[in-house]
């Protein structure tokens, strides 16, 4: 596989968050993408939020300048992976559900074709049981928004192949990121930090040490956090913060990620966050 964008075909799974912030990424940057999702109305919405996420990014400076964009295809069949140069996997972090996408998807793509999951936290080595070829199976772990954060978690699996290495950074180098290779294991570094810390935030607020606003105003002003964690929560999707989190404490048995009460209510509720219009903050009505 080449740094070339133009011959990069990727076909990405999920049509959510994450799904249609990697295809904008992806387009923009000029390689063509295939966009497959079960949920018809994911898809019905999928074109114009990737041209609204395209816009966002090139008015950030986030594009590179001249470059025509990649074709956008959209499918609800697993099946049109056929063909793609390499598959990004972005849907439900059910460990289940993804078990099945990817040994579907493995079974349809030429041997070789890097397969890569975007999960958060679940071990690259137990999703490879699933695939037939668990050499080609890595983690890429895009940050959100996928097309504003230059910087990715690689995650490589104890059988994850070195052709599949250099296939996946050729195509982040494609689209001008920047990998950081680190090893297998329950939320990888990131969401390992990253997802206890939110959990704990949430517990603070349900305790009534302090609301919403003051933790994320004392996280952003004493200690540097860019948006605070609670507003971070609302930007990932508090249900997928939730799997997520019930994902971590599965594996690492570690407390402080079992999903607080606060965290579980809101999504009970339907609170999900951004997505949903409401979360640890009320988003209705605002711009996005
Ligand atoms: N939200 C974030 O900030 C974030 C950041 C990094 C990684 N992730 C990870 O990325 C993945 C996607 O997260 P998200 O936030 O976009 O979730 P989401 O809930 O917004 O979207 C998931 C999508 O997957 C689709 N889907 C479910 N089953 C499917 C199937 N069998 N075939 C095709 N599509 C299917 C759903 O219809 C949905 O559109 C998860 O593994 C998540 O942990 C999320």
Do not use: W
Not at 85 to 111: F, M, N, Q, W
Not at 155 to 179: I, Q
């Amino acid at each position: 596989m080449s740094t070339d964008h133009y011959s990069h075909h990727v076909a990405v799974l999920g049509a959510g968050v994450m799904g249609t912030g990697i295809a904008a990424m992806a387009v923009g940057h000029g390689v063509a993408v295939s966009l497959i999702d079960i949920d018809g109305d994911k898809l019905d919405r999928a074109r114009a939020e990737i041209a609204g996420k395209i816009r966002h990014a090139g008015l950030l400076g986030s594009l590179p300048d001249g470059r025509d964009h990649g074709e956008l295809t959209l499918s609800d069949s697993v099946r049109d992976v056929a063909g793609s140069t390499a598959v990004i996997e972005a849907i439900t972090e059910e460990p289940d559900l993804k078990a099945k996408v990817l040994g579907t998807a493995s079974a349809t793509i030429r041997p070789g074709t890097p397969m890569i999951s975007n999960t958060s936290g679940i071990p690259i080595d137990e999703l490879a049981g699933s695939v037939q070829r668990p050499e080609d199976l890595l983690g890429t772990h895009f940050m959100n928004p996928a097309y504003l954060i230059r910087m990715v978690e690689v995650v490589r699996g104890p059988r994850t192949g070195e052709a599949a290495m250099a296939a996946a950074r050729d195509m982040l180098t494609a689209m001008d990121r920047t990998a950081i290779v680190v090893r297998d294991s329950p939320g990888f570094v990131t969401s390992r930090l990253l997802h206890p810390m939110i959990n704990t935030a949430a517990r603070l607020v349900g305790d009534g040490v302090a609301d919403a606003e003051a933790v994320d105003t004392l996280m952003r002003g004493c200690l540097g956090h860019p948006t605070g964690p609670l507003r971070t929560a609302d930007l990932i999707g508090l249900d997928n913060l939730v799997d997520s989190l019930e994902v971590l404490h599965a594996r690492t048995g570690d407390d402080s990620c079992r999903p607080c009460p606060q965290l579980v209510d809101l999504v009970r509720a339907g609170h999900l966050g951004r997505k949903s219009g409401r979360g640890f903050y009320d988003y209705r009505g605002a711009l996005s």
